[in-house]
């Protein structure tokens, strides 16, 4: 009997059709690219990015790529680096800084800090120096810490494990010319966002009424030191301390430091390598107050202050009479989030302290009622864009905090990056 044909028989082998078969191989780079701006993390698009060597190419070629991920997925806070306590607080720990991690649910994000040399073993590699470290900044992935023993400076990268540059102070005669005249406050570092192998390493010093920044560029491995120039601003008679500076701050391309007073801000520009100084309003002068020049989401510079449990951000804006000054933008109370994220130990704490500022985010500590600065604080995270505020984790607040931010590694930009450098490698 012959067969009869059926809808559900398939066609002899001879008859079918070949189908095409696409794999991510043969995707094209724009394609790949579109596929990788959905993915959740940098340290997600890190791992996948690194699979292969043509994966890394679309990556690494596309700065229109970079900058669109990077709108999209802020880099993430992998933890705070901690300086040690001073040894009048604990004569018996070794000057070494301590680094706790943030306690995220991306796998990839916490396989990056596992991977990392979050303990700066780096360091030991320097021999004749002992672990009298601590940080004076921390940007673009890179730590910059001095030992004040050996008089030596260490820039390092954890994420990468290993120490890019160390300096010896004792055998420089630039910085030994710049550190023997007037008062040296700590070295700020300045990353490039489009090379991320270059930095540069600034410190500045001043006298009764001059400053002076020497530079370390990474690119020609030498310091320059600039000339002394007057401050653009004299104090009144009688108050002849105000040009005692604060620690050092950082926003878009500038360097920041809060006079003694807290009157005014002293500003380096990065860029031309001018000074100049800005008015602060009269509530940040309140001893009470503490505040960070940081910057917003979109790198829009801010200033964001605490005063009891109030946090405040303010702009620089051009009012009616054609003057820039900083101007409040919004100001809010934060003691219902603070029970809510901290439930009934909030009663503990009478005031928070801001003790940084990073990519649109606060990060935050709480101050114990009775003073006792070896009692724990907690450290918390506020969005500045939606004032929502985040516990981190507790730990004993005593010395100055830094958060280390994932950047954009070396890898994924130009042919920086070591890579694959050839098939089979």
Known sequence: MARHKSPTNSPPAEHRKKSSTATIASLGDDILLEIFLRLPSLATLVRAALTCRGWRSAVASSPAFRRRFQELHPAPLLGLFFNPPGAVQDPALPAFPSFVPTRGTDRDQAAAIRGGDFFLTSLQERHGVH???????????????????????????????????????????????????????????????EDPTSFRVVIIAHDKSRLRATVFCSETGEWSVRPWVHIPVRPRRGRGEWWILSNNMQADGFLYWASKNRRYLVILNTTTMDFSVHELPIFLHNRHCTFVVGEMKNGETCIVYAISFTVGVLFRRTEGDGVDRWVLDRAELLETQLVRVLGEIMENYNELEVVAVRDGFAYLA????????????????????????????????????????????????????RFAPEDGI
């Open 131 to 193: 672990n009298g470290w601590d940080i004076h900044d921390c940007r673009g992935g890179y730590v910059l810490l001095a030992n004040g023993d050996q008089e030596t400076m260490a820039v390092v990268n954890p994420l990468a494990r290993r120490s890019e540059r160390f300096f010896d102070f004792g055998h420089e005669d630039t910085l030994e010319g710049h550190r023997s005249f007037g008062m040296v406050h700590r070295a700020c570092l300045v990353c490039s966002r």
């Open 366 to 417: 709480t101050s114990e009622r009775s003073n006792d600065s070896g009692a724990p604080s907690w450290f918390l995270s506020l969005c500045l864009e939606t004032m929502i505020l985040e516990k981190l984790f507790q730990r004993t607040y005593d010395s100055s905090v830094h958060p280390y931010v994932m950047a954009w590694p070396a890898s994924l930009v130009g042919n920086y990056g």
